[in-house]
């Protein structure tokens, strides 16, 4: 037996050989599923890993499409802010650009803008918005102010239609008029309105809207107006200082 | 308590309905009237025109009108839809569409009469009234479908069918 154990073959001594053959596949397969259960392992980790990037790349995600939202409105604000500058040039000086922070535009005709006493807002000052006149400044706070829309059934300014000598009252409400005029006068519909200053509010030269349906009425023509601002649609205004002040 | 924290809610939600990212529309919307009809549920009529007088004292605050006129009309509204509500029975959704259409037709109607009587300018017409009607009983209609889902979520039904899923 011994010498059996130490006969040689070329490889060796053929006890060698022999464990060698048996060992060797064992461990190629032990190191294998070692292999296999390190890289599961890694694999695990990695998985576990990646789920977590994904989940804060989501919430991320989630973040920058909130602060893209935000950016998107500020930048719809701004560009009609920069819209509204460029329309009244004229009154960029002392003006105070304010967003709309609240509306009641059907129950009580108003809009709250973010400017106030802190930032030179005066009761009384005309507010434009992209388009026209929106209405007037009727009650003012530190950082906010409100603003009196021309629909309000209270609102009134001194107007005159193109083509029309006579100068009128437009009167706000459900359905906003033009009073004032002599009877008869006729007036095409779609006739821009635009303000005179006589009432001390309104700058002279700003649209307030088109004529609508004209009809006698009594002592004058009442004549509809369609305004030129939507309330609903205005994001930024324009604060005008105090007209009345000025004079 | 819970007509108090309600009309914490309804305070809360007249503002935020207001908030210029919210649709112009539901601008209108009274919420705070709903508070005397959720009132007439428990109280005499005399009771529900004690909470429809606050309501309306809310409102005038809030909407930045002259206080008084509002609330003598919501006070007013209340005790009609407290006395109806008993009247006619009204449960179920019925009862918050019903209630708020009838508080809001109401005490548009007082408050319009009060501001002739005073030949006071208003800051709304008809139209106005029309969309405070339309939104409050929107808002009044959700109310309703939130109280269903309620009592459903609460119900003994669902209860024992969730315990006999289990078996």
Known sequence: MAAAAQARSPQGPALAVGISAVVTPVLDAVNAAGAAWEDLRVGQQDLTATVAEAKRLRAENADLKRTSQLLAAELAALRQGARLLADFPSFTDGAVLARVVAREVLSSHTLHLDKGTRDGVHTDAAVLAEGGVLGRVDRVFEHSCRVQLLSHPAAAAAAKVIGVDREALLLGGDRPSLTGIPPYTEIAVGTAVLTTGSEGIYPPGLLLGSTGDTRTSGLFTAVGVLLAVHPADVVTAIVLPAHGNER | ?167
């Not at chain 2, 109806?84 to 029975?89: A, T």
Request: hydrophobic share 60%.
């Open chain 2, 1 to 167: 308590m819970t007509l108090a924290v309600g009309f914490l809610v309804a305070c809360l939600l007249h503002v935020a309905l207001r908030a210029a990212t919210v649709w112009w529309f539901l601008g209108a919307c009274q919420p705070l009237l709903l508070v005397p009809v959720a009132a007439s549920r428990r109280h005499t009529p005399v009771g529900v025109a004690w909470w429809g007088l606050f309501a309306g004292i809310a409102i005038d605050v809030l909407s930045g009108r002259i206080i008084g006129p509002g609330a003598i009309a919501a006070a007013a509204a209340g005790a009609a839809v407290a006395v109806l509500v008993r009247r006619f029975e009204l449960v179920g959704p019925l009862f918050w569409i019903g209630g708020a259409l009838l508080a809001a037709v109401g005490s548009e109607a007082v408050w319009m009469v009060i501001y002739l009587t005073f030949n006071a300018p208003r800051d709304h017409s008809v139209l106005g009234s029309l969309a405070i009607v339309a939104t409050t009983a929107a808002v009044a209609m959700a109310v309703a479908a939130g109280e269903r889902i309620v009592l459903w979520w609460r119900s003994p039904q669902r209860r024992r069918r969730r315990e006999l899923g289990r078996l």
